[in-house]
C-alpha cells in the first residue's frame, strides 16, 4: 500500500505563513502528480495546487501569486508553501498522490488524512 503522512497545518494570523509537508511512503514504483486540496465546513472540496512528475505546476485562481507548491523527488515528498494567508483559507487541506505500485504495477489515487489550516486573529 502506499501511506501519506501530512505535517505543517496550525493556526496563523491573516498575512501570516504555513508550510505544508506530505510524505509518501510504502510499495511506491513511481509517482506521478502530487497535490493539495482543501475543504472548508459546508463546501466541497477543491483543488488548490498540484505539481506532476515534470514539475509543471497548477493553481487555483485564488491562491495565485500567494501559494506555491514544490515536491522532492528523492523524498516522494510534496510541499505547499502558503503567503499571505486569508481567513478564507481556513479549511482542512489534504494532500493527494498518484502513485504506481511496485507490488502490482497498478496506479492508484492516494489521499492524506488531512491537516487544519485556521486563518484567524
Known amino acids: 500500500q502506499v501511506q501519506l503522512v501530512e505535517s505543517g497545518g496550525g493556526l496563523v494570523q491573516p498575512g501570516g505563513s504555513l508550510r505544508l509537508s506530505c510524505a509518501a511512503s510504502?510499495?511506491?514504483?513511481?509517482?506521478?502528480?502530487m497535490g493539495w486540496h482543501r475543504q472548508a465546513p459546508g463546501k466541497q472540496r477543491e483543488l488548490v495546487a498540484a505539481?506532476?512528475?515534470?514539475?509543471?505546476?497548477n493553481y487555483a485562481d485564488s491562491v495565485k501569486g500567494r501559494f506555491t507548491i514544490s515536491r522532492d523527488n528523492a523524498k516522494n515528498t510534496v510541499y505547499l508553501q502558503m503567503n499571505s494567508l486569508k481567513p478564507e483559507d481556513t479549511a482542512v487541506y489534504y494532500c493527494?498522490?498518484?502513485?504506481?505500485?511496485?507490488?502490482?504495477?497498478?496506479?492508484?489515487?492516494?489521499w492524506g488524512q488531512g491537516t487544519q489550516v485556521t486563518v484567524s486573529s
Open positions: 493527494n498522490v498518484e502513485a504506481i505500485r511496485s507490488t502490482d504495477w497498478s496506479e492508484g489515487n492516494y
Open positions: 510504502g510499495s511506491i514504483f513511481s509517482i506521478n502528480t
Open positions: 505539481i506532476t512528475s515534470g514539475g509543471v505546476t
